[in-house]
Nanobody
């Protein structure tokens, strides 16, 4: 089994910054894509950013220029640096990782438990 543990959420004023972390542990042979999603009350879950094992990144237009996704493959850890935060960024943020436990096993998507980010004055 694989566990993803997120940390770094909290309350921040508009214009502030937060850095979310996602540490993967357990039966891990390889991690492919890591992603960050978010969901706020009454809204659908949204893919915020993704990063492949090779370092290719994508993010949703609403966070471009403000959020940066990164990872350390050796540490099975990913981060989401969030700058210039806005009230509309308020949500529960989830990390995911596409993991395989062996060289000939299927890729499985695992989810973290989520961390609350609240942007408010």
């Amino acid at each position: 089994q694989v566990q993803l543990v997120e940390s770094g959420g909290g309350l921040v004023q508009p214009g502030g910054s937060l850095r979310l972390s996602c540490a993967a542990s357990g039966s891990i042979f390889d991690i492919n894509t890591m992603c960050w999603y978010r969901q706020s009350p009454g809204k659908q879950r949204e893919l915020v950013a993704s990063i492949t094992s090779g370092g290719s990144t994508n993010c949703v237009d609403s966070v471009k220029g403000r959020f940066t996704i990164s990872r350390d493959n050796a540490k099975n850890t990913g981060w989401l640096q969030m700058n210039s935060l806005k009230p509309e960024d308020t949500a529960v943020y989830y990390c995911t990782a596409d993991v395989r436990s062996g060289p000939r096993t299927w890729w499985v998507k695992f989810w973290g438990q989520g961390t609350q980010v609240t942007v408010s004055s």
